[in-house]
């Protein structure tokens, strides 16, 4: 651990005065992970293959989808374990919202990983009863928001895009808040991951986005000027979003179209876990319903769907999510996954401007 162990010796060897930097680390932390999940693929895609883990396709759903059937998933233990890793040898792992953001990791993680075994592994097509899985989302959002709530130096005053005035307290409702900014982020990118690369695009574009943001966030200069809520601690959290870059790029070289591996909800309810954390931590959670409007959108359009056609007995779209009814309106997978891209990057690049313009 460069920072642990040689940043100690910095009066003996000034060079290791370096690891100081939340950005050198933060660069060094998504190059680490991105070559980790490079190297480790091949082995996990050849021990995948053996015990037969392979993704199980709807039938109702597009017809080019059915020669996806048996492609190595749960790939986003490739994520989690290069994140982790980067984050042990590159993070101040002392500061608290490193140890929470490892911890929601690890335990959406979980829920993930046990969702995948039982459609994988047990050949059980529902997986995880849908009540079990949300419940255990609840648990796992619910201890993270508590844990947020009781750090001493966090505030539940929420910041509010575009309104340098507007600052409402929550008190003890913003546990609540956070319990559903988490599991909905949670869930939202978990519905997203239906096409070759269409989940961790995004993803990677809305870490780089908080990347920025926690960092000025924890940055008392650049807080002071920005006129957003300076957050004591939180500039270190810009290596964990570092590390999830690096290893959300390595994933995506075997994930982009035609994709050699899936992520599997491992993955993706682990890194919606994760990203609402984020932007807890930040006191941009408001921002995240912009910055992360690809998710958001592809959840509303599921839960319209439903409503329309409990309430209605008619479907708005085609199918549910979003990405599926595109589809089959004659969109090629690879057109809806780059111009999904395009929107969450012109997404992000918005979000931003609302740092200045206050």
Known sequence: MPYHWLYQFHDVVP?????????????????????????????????????????MIREDGPRSHLNKSGTPTMG???????????????????????????????????????DDYLKCVKKNAKGLPSRHKFGLQLFAATLAAIGLYRSPAY?????????????????????????????????AVNLTDGLDGLAIGPIVIVFATYMIITYVTGHQVFS???????????GEV??????????????????????????????????????????????????????????????????????????????????????HHFELKGWAEPKVIVRFWIVSFVLAMIGLSTLKLR
């Open 224 to 234: 002071k000027y920005l006129l957003i809520p300076h957050i004591e601690g939180a």
């Open 76 to 114: 986003g233990l490739m994520i989690l374990v290069a994140t982790l890793t980067a984050m042990f040898i590159w993070a101040d792992l002392t500061n608290d919202y490193v140890r929470l953001l490892i911890f929601t990791m690890i335990l959406f993680g979980a829920i993930g990983f046990w």
């Open 15 to 55: 060079a290791f005065n370096v690891f100081r930097y939340i950005t050198v680390r933060t660069i060094y932390a998504a190059l680490t992970a991105m070559i980790l999940s490079l190297l480790i693929e091949k082995r996990l895609t050849a021990w995948l293959k053996r015990y037969q883990i392979g993704q």
């Open 238 to 323: 810009a290596v964990f979003c570092g590390a999830v870059v690096g290893a959300g790029l390595g994933f995506l070289w075997f994930n982009a179209y035609p994709a050699s591996l899936f992520m599997g909800d491992v993955g993706s309810l682990s890194l919606g876990g994760v990203l609402g954390v984020v932007a807890l931590i930040s006191k941009h959670e408001i921002l995240l319903a912009w910055v992360g409007g690809v998710f958001v959108v592809e959840a509303l359009s599921v839960m319209i769907q439903v409503a329309s056609f409990k309430s209605r007995g008619k479907r708005v779209f085609l199918m549910a999510p979003l990405h």
């Open 155 to 187: 505030s539940t005053v929420l910041s509010v895009p575009f309104f340098k005035n507007v600052h409402p307290d929550m008190g003890l409702w913003y546990i609540p808040f956070a319990i559903f900014v988490i599991v909905g982020a949670s869930n």
